[in-house]
């Protein structure tokens, strides 16, 4: 879904290319029955959304809103539901792309926002540790295209 500014803001195949990396990362979790909702947006609305719900008046890349608490990918509890919301700025995603594609950019923000929807952080350098690890390997996934 895009919101604000977004809405047209992205080609068809790279909001394919997104959810097509969430669902890789979900199956390899072993968690293909769970879901995420894709949402980007614009600096304005994420900024909002940044404010009203963490205390931080500024834009950010990528927010997460998890609808169920989990310990972790390996939580039982995460098996065969709707995780929550991943929303993505698309404008501060573009502005920090620096050289990297844009496209990859916002696949590396859905896999971050992802392992947040599975109680993932990176406020301590232990947890940070873990969960950037998990990123990078299912950022290297390969993506299969189907035809």
Known sequence: MSRGRARGALEPEVRRRVAARVRVALRALGRSRSSATLVFTDDDEIRVLNRDFRKHDRATDVLSFHLHELAGEGDPAGDGIA???????????????????????LERLAVHGLCHLFGHDHKKKAEATVMFALERRLRRLPLVRAG
């Open 83 to 105: 995780l929550g919301d991943i929303v993505i700025s698309v404008e501060t995603a573009r502005r920090r792309a620096h050289g990297r594609r844009f496209g990859a950019e």
